[in-house]
Every structure is written in C-alpha cells, then in structure tokens.
C-alpha cells in the first residue's frame, strides 16, 4: 500500500518491527503473541505436531502477570469437546522445557502450545500448533499492521456481549449500576465478618481480615492460619521485635542461614532469632510449613515477611482498634479527599530500623527508606476490610447512621491501583475504557463483583451470561 508520512515515520521510529519476508530470523516473541492474539490466521488448516486438527472457539486473554501468555482459551481439537483451559506461546516446542514450564503448578491448565517452527518434535504431552505456515499474511505484513504493542490492544471481535448494551449508559448510570454492585461486595465481605465473629468475636475477625488482606492474592490462607493462632502467640506489651520474631518463627518465614555479606540482614537476624530460638518450643505445633507461602510472581513490597513486620507494629500498638474507632465516627464529610491520608496517619509506621530499608530478610539495603504501608495497599484494607468490619458491627448494632458513614466512606474512596483483572474487565466490559470512566474504589470493586458473578461463570465467549440481558433491563427502568 502507498505509504504516507505518517506510515514511513512510524517504521522508521521502530513503532513497529520490520521484518523482511526473506530474513531467515524468527519473529519476536510478542509479535507471535499478538497474531495468536488477533488469530491472523488460517483458520481452517490448524494442525497440531501430531496431526490432529485444531479449531480456535476463542483465543483466551493476554495474562500479564507470571503463567501462561494466555488465560481462559476456548479449543476444540478433533471431534473432542471444546476445552476451555490456558495457552503459552513460545518460539519452539522446546521451550516448554527450556522454560521450566514442566511441573510449574501455575501451567497446569495448558490446553494447547503454539510455537513458531515445527523444526523439533515436542517431547511433552500437551498438543502443539506450529504456526510459521498458518499466517493469514506475510509475516513482515503482520509486524507492520500489528506493531509493537499488538498482544496489548484488544480485537473488536473479542468484545463481551455486555459492551454494547454496557455503550448504551450514560455516564451517571453506568456509575450507579457498578456502586450497585459494589455494595453488594462489601455487604457480602461484612457478612462474612459478621458470621466469623459470632464465633470468634469481633477484633478477632477484624484480625483475620487484615492478615488475609496482607497476604494479597498469593498468600491468603497461611496469613488466615497465623491469625487463627493470634490467641497463642498474642500476649500484652510485646516489643515489635518480639512480635516479629514470633510471627516469623511461627509462619516458618524465618531463614536459617545468615547472608554472610549484608552485615545489617545478619545483625537483625541474629537478634530476631536470639527471641525465637528461647521460645520455639513452646510454638512447636503450629509452625508453619513453608511450602504453604508463594513467593512467585510476587512483589518485593508484598513479600509476607515485610507484611508481617508490618502487622508485628500494628498488634504492638495497644489501642490501635480504638484509634480506627475514633477515626471511623470522627466527623471527615467535609474532607473526602482527606480520607485516605487520615486512615494512613493511623496505620502508617514512624519507621522501622531494619524494614523500612529492605524488602526482604535477603534483599539488599535500599538506597530510599521504604514506608511500610503505601497508599494503594491502605486503599485495599479500607474498602475490603476496615470499611466492611465497621458497616458489619453498625448493621448488628442496628446503627443507621454508622451504616451510612461507612457507605459514604465507601464510595467516597479514591481509586485504588490498576490490576490485571480490572484491565482486562474494562477491555471487555466496557470496550476498553480508560481508567477515569471507573472512577472511585466502589467503581473498581462494582466491575470486579460483575466479573465475579458472571465472567467467571462463562467462557471467553459469554456463553449462558445473563449480564447483557441484566443491563438491558437497567436502561430500559431508566
Ligand atoms: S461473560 Fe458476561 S459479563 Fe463477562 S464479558 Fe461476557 S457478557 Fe460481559
């Protein structure tokens, strides 16, 4: 096609790769992504290694976090039923190995392996799909229209059936149906701690909730057992030395070897293990093993030992509960945006001598001191525990007007970080939307209750998904 400026600058500033249809090289890897992505593809002729034949009902969705390169995959191989299950793209089939995908839990669910050449046989179970002769189009074609970011720019045709009746809101109503479901979320998270303090009491349950959202995604339950054992190991008037020390010991977090290079990591092991080796026998029933923790994929800031010196200041803090309770009736209608620095200003600690500079017991000593809670953290506690615990105890006291600060405060918050869930909802909710248009936590936590109740019940292809239907009705009681 004839080029205009526009079309030459951007190959000459390496928007995009070009590749040359006699070049012997191999595509990169995310251009390889980006066409099974986008499916340029001869639909018709698919084949695995092994002959069989493949028909692709959905492409899946692009995972940006660690596992395969895409999630939730729609595949029919021969007459066998569709399967929905994950897809990892790699250049050649002996990457599957070459990877360390073998045996990686977080691969379990591979339904299919596409690769570029079909050079080398596959030596592993898992069908395989050579694409190098399957393109719809030249191969320097594609890395032209596709450009760099293809695998990241979603296709029209991968749209939920919900974005177009979703396109039919105003504004105000596409806001109003996600607080809607927002507050079924924090109703159905206050249930849960409603239901735990009956048996437990109430701190306790705040305690498991708190520990639970310290534990992020990856370590949810042994952050739930250390709580369940908080009334062994809790005692007044512990140091946050001694708490940590004990949180370490028992969650099984704590090294055994010191780093023989980093002379602060030993220091403040050595004291750490001068508490615990005094006291270890005492907790030798409920250590932890340490294959409960996950570690993968994690960020250094949401590594569990630095939750947990974090969670040591907090239970060394007496009155901690009475201070959330002077925040939470204190009277900050006039200062939403004050919200989150006033919750912080409780939560926050001054500093640590040890954590407020390293990641981890092994990571080196960082050149910034660190705060041990950051914004976007706090925003999760608040909207998935310290919000919800307070409406919970204002529903069983029968205070209206305690529900209603909670409520307020709720949706009220500030927008809480971006994560790969509510990416991939706005992409195919609401047709690729930016942030803005979910304005707020409530908003962030209405769409994530949506993907809940519904995309996780379906498939890729909105199969039996009862949310466009849902959403028509809402536009037409308008
Ligand atoms: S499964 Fe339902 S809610 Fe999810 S994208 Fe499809 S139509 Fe929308």
Redesign the pocket.
């Known amino acids: 096609m004839p080029a205009n400026f526009y079309a030459r600058w951007r190959a000459r500033c390496g928007v995009v790769s070009v590749l040359h249809e006699d070049s012997e090289s191999l595509p990169p890897e995310y251009l390889l992504q980006a066409i099974w992505q986008h499916q340029r593809l001869l639909h018709d002729q698919l084949k695995t290694l092994d002959g069989r034949i493949v028909r692709v009902l959905h492409p899946g969705f692009a995972n940006h976090e660690a596992g395969p390169d895409f999630r939730g995959a729609l595949v029919q191989i021969d007459d066998e039923p569709p399967r929905t299950g994950d897809v990892e793209v790699d250049l050649h089939a002996s990457g599957w190995r070459a990877h360390h995908h073998e045996g990686n839990p977080t691969f379990q669910n591979v339904i299919l392996h596409v690769i570029w050449d079909s050079a080398r046989p596959a030596a592993v179970k898992i069908p395989t799909l050579p694409l190098c002769r399957l393109l719809d189009a030249p191969l320097a074609e594609l890395s032209s229209w596709l450009g760099r970011e293809g695998a990241v720019s979603f296709p029209e045709n991968l749209l939920?059936?919900?974005?177009a009746p979703l396109r039919g809101l105003t504004e105000s109503r596409l806001m109003e149906l996600l607080h809607q479901s927002a507050q079924v979320r924090y109703q159905s998270k206050a249930a849960q701690f409603q239901a735990r303090a009956r048996h437990v009491g109430w701190e306790q349950s705040f305690w498991e909730g708190l520990f639970r959202a310290l534990g992020y995604k990856h370590n949810v339950w042994p952050m739930q057992r250390l709580t369940e054992l908080r009334p062994r190991w809790l005692q007044p008037k512990l140091t946050p030395l001694a708490l940590q020390a004990r949180l370490f010991g028992i969650s099984g977090l704590l090294p055994v070897e010191l780093t023989r290079a980093q002379a602060a990591s030993d220091s403040y092991l050595r004291r750490i293990w001068d508490l615990w080796w005094r006291e270890r026998d005492e907790f030798n029933g409920c250590i932890l093993p340490r294959e409960l923790w996950r570690f993968h994929g994690l960020r250094p800031a949401n590594h569990p030992q630095r939750r947990l010196a974090l969670a040591a200041h907090w239970l060394a803090t007496a009155n901690i509960l009475a201070k959330l309770e002077n925040w939470f009736t204190a009277d900050l209608t006039s200062t939403p945006a004050g919200l989150p620095d006033s919750l912080l200003e409780i939560l926050q600690v001054e500093r640590d001598d040890f954590w407020s500079w390293h990641w981890t017991f092994r990571s080196a000593r960082l050149r910034k001191s660190q705060p041990l809670l950051g914004a976007a953290r706090m925003t999760d506690l608040a909207v998935n525990v310290i919000l919800p615990w307070f409406w919970a105890r204002a529903v069983e006291g029968r205070n209206e007007k305690l529900q209603r600060v909670a409520e307020h405060r709720y949706l009220a918050w500030p927008s809480a970080e971006d994560n790969a869930v509510l990416r991939l909802a706005r992409q195919?909710?609401l047709g690729g939307a930016p942030k803005r248009r979910v304005r707020g936590a409530a908003a962030q936590q209405g769409l994530l209750q949506?993907?809940r109740d519904?995309?996780d019940h379906?498939n890729a292809v909105?199969e039996n998904?009862r949310?466009?239907e849902l959403v028509r009705e809402w536009n037409a009681a308008e």
């Open positions: 939920g059936q919900c974005s195919r909710l949506i993907v519904f995309c379906s909105c998904c949310f466009p």
